[in-house]
T-cell receptor, first 112, second 117 residues
Framework: KNQVEQSPQSLIILEGKNCTLQ??????????LRWYKQDTGRGPVSLTI?????NTKSNGRYTATLDADTKQSSLHITASQLSDSASYIC???????????FGGGTRLMVKP | GAVVSQHPSRVICKSGTSVKIECRSL??????MFWYRQFPKKSLMLMAT?????????EQGVEKDKFLINHASLTLSTLTVTSAHPEDSSFYIC?????????????FGSGTQLSVL
């Protein structure tokens, strides 16, 4: 069964600090992995999309890593800002039928 | 960039009434759109896949007579919650993917918060 597990479920950090969110998956055959940011009451917004051959991809203060061998990904947020407070969702796409499997998300709160 | 517009953003209705939610792809034609449901502090749950010009494909456990999906054009899909009840209160989100099969991007609407009294 395809699964995507995210950790931690929730996280509180102080403004300016860095943090790393984790995503482990068992989706097969793997096509790509996406990280989304979802503000409360809004739809998800894409941060990064990574394919099998990509190890690292950055988008501003967000850096995603992918280890296809261990089936793990991380999202690192540098110098956090109050506006980073949101849910971060890891979504893995399988080649067969282009099915998407959603992780449960990590709810990040950045405090001043 | 591509944008998916969802309307309304919030709706409050009485129990027993029907509510229609629209999802539009603004600058690309979407042969396939997706509808999700999200409970508080939970991740998105795929409800159905909307295919232009054909019947929608519903996920297991989703009542197709309860959640009517119409994808009449390449830029518009609608979800109608029929005879809504308080347990249908939830956040509903649509998404659409540009038709280029090498383009893996998936764009989400801004969501609709449905509250059934």
């Amino acid at each position: 069964k395809n699964q995507v597990e995210q950790s931690p479920q929730s996280l509180i950090i102080l403004e300016g600090k860095n943090c790393t969110l984790q995503c482990n998956y068992t989706v097969s055959p793997f096509s790509n992995l996406r990280w989304y940011k979802q503000d409360t009451g809004r739809g998800p917004v894409s941060l990064t999309i990574m394919t099998f051959s990509e190890n690292t991809k950055s988008n501003g203060r967000y850096t995603a890593t992918l280890d296809a061998d261990t089936k793990q990904s991380s999202l690192h947020i540098t110098a956090s800002q109050l506006s980073d407070s949101a849910s971060y969702i890891c979504v893995v796409s399988a080649k067969a039928g282009n099915m998407l499997t959603f992780g449960g998300g990590t709810r990040l709160m950045v405090k001043p | 960039g591509a944008v998916v517009s969802q309307h309304p953003s919030r709706v409050i209705c009485k129990s027993g009434t029907s509510v229609k939610i629209e999802c539009r792809s603004l600058d690309f034609q979407a042969t396939t759109m997706f509808w999700y449901r999200q409970f508080p502090k939970k991740s998105l749950m795929l409800m159905a896949t909307s295919n232009e010009g054909s019947k929608a494909t519903y996920e297991q456990g989703v009542e197709k007579d309860k959640f009517l999906i119409n994808h009449a054009s390449l830029t518009l899909s609608t979800l109608t919650v029929t005879s809504a009840h308080p347990e249908d209160s939830s956040f509903y989100i649509c998404s659409a993917r540009p038709p280029d099969r090498f383009n893996e991007k998936l764009f989400f609407g801004s969501g609709t918060q449905l509250s059934v009294l």
